[in-house]
Structure formats: C-alpha cells, structure tokens
C-alpha cells in the first residue's frame, strides 16, 4: 500500500493523560498536514510540514499540542495533557508538487 | 481569511438520478484551487474533482461535474447518474494558488449525500 498510513486508527484515553499519533505519508513526498476534524465538521489545518521544517501552525495548536517530523519522512502529533475537547478525528494529508493532498484513514482520539 | 460555505447539510437523490450540491467561498484572491472531497463512513477523505481558478471550462470527471461561477464565488458539484456508492459527506474545499507554499487546505461544513435504491 503506497498510500498515507496512520497509527492507530482509534486510541481511547483518560483524560490527562499524554498520546502521540503517527503518520507515514506517501513516498517521496515533501508536503504533510495535520488536521483536525470534530463530528459534523469539515476538517481544520492544525499544522503543515515542508521537509523536517514546520512552515506552520493553527491557533488550534495549543502549547499542549507538539507536532514532529524527524527527517521529513513521516510525523508525529503528540497532545500532553488530554482533555474531552480533543476527542476528534485527526487527519494526516501529503503531497508533492501536486495540485491535490492525500488523505489518511485518520486516527480517531477519544477522551474519557 | 479565506471562507468556505456549504448551505446544504443532507441531500437525498434516487439511484440513476442527478443532484446537485452547493458550494459558495470567499477570498480576495485571483489564483486558487477548489476541490471537492467524498468522505465515505471509513472516513478516508478521497479527491472527487478539482477545478482551477484561472481555466475558464468546468472541470469533467465521468459523473462527476462542476459548474465555477468565479465572479459569482460558486463552486457547485453536479452528480449524474447517482449510485449507491456515491453516498457519503461531501466536503468542498478551497487552496491558493501557484504562488502559495503553503497549500493548506479550508473546508466547509459537509453536505451528507444519501442515495435511495
């Protein structure tokens, strides 16, 4: 499968504690996005990649939000500290050069 | 900022038949992208059809149909020929162009396609 993969697909936590989420995007691409999406919502930009380099960040990204990409292959997003407004659905999307973004399955968060 | 409206959250349409679904943002740019996106209940958002600011002709993809109103800032999705499997939220959504590094992308709220047998 060449297509974007994200880890898990589902996490349950209790509030406060931490959970980071992973995204491997399509081969050789060098753009990746987080975003966020709640239930009967489109999805919000959380924050872009180009390379290793976070080129930039939603006001959405609170100071408990931290996102990586290591190397510019695939990306972390990483929330300390979880609260029941960060149950939502979160996106992963990649591209290079071209027009459109891919999508992952998405790794859906809740907090209990 | 840039602002995408979709005043439509549920549409129904019978098998083999067309709908239309509506799609209206806002921006001061002149170069920019619009896109529609089909989320199906696996939640995987999928490319449906993409429409260039700067060409003039509606962009064609099989069933698939837009009609780019620019001046107007409409960019609506006509579905032809409507299958079962069409069924799914439906997301418009709207980058800047060529000039942008960024391609970060603003969606609307989603209009929920369901299709009747």
């Avoid at chain 1, 006001?59 to 510019?72: H, N, V």
Wanted: glycine residues 6%.
């Amino acid at each position: 499968d060449t297509g974007v993969s994200q880890n898990p697909r589902h996490k349950i936590t209790k509030r406060g504690q931490n959970v980071t989420f992973r995204c491997d995007p399509i081969s050789e691409h060098n753009r990746l996005y987080w975003y966020r999406q709640t239930l009967g919502q489109g999805p919000e930009f959380l924050t872009y990649f180009q390379n290793e380099a976070q080129l930039e960040k939603s006001r959405l990204l609170s100071d408990r939000f931290s996102a990586e990409r290591p190397k510019g292959s695939f990306s972390t997003l990483e929330i300390q500290r979880t609260e029941q407004g960060d149950s939502a659905m979160y996106l992963c999307a990649s591209r290079e050069g071209s027009i459109e973004a891919f999508f992952g399955q998405g790794t859906r968060l809740t907090v209990v | 900022a840039q602002t995408v409206t979709q005043s439509q959250p549920e549409m129904s349409v019978q098998e083999a038949e067309t709908v239309t679904l509506s799609c209206t943002y806002d921006t001061s740019e002149s170069d920019y992208y619009l896109f529609w996106y089909k989320q199906p209940p696996s939640r995987q958002m999928i490319l449906v059809i993409r429409q260039e600011a700067y060409k003039q002709q509606n962009a064609t993809e099989n069933r698939f149909s837009v009609n780019f109103q620019k001046a107007a800032k409409s960019f609506s999705l006509k579905i032809s020929d409507s299958q079962l499997g069409d069924a799914a939220m439906y997301f418009c959504a709207y980058r800047s162009g060529r000039g942008s590094t960024l391609g970060r992308l603003y969606f609307g709220r989603g209009t929920q396609l369901t299709v009747w047998p």
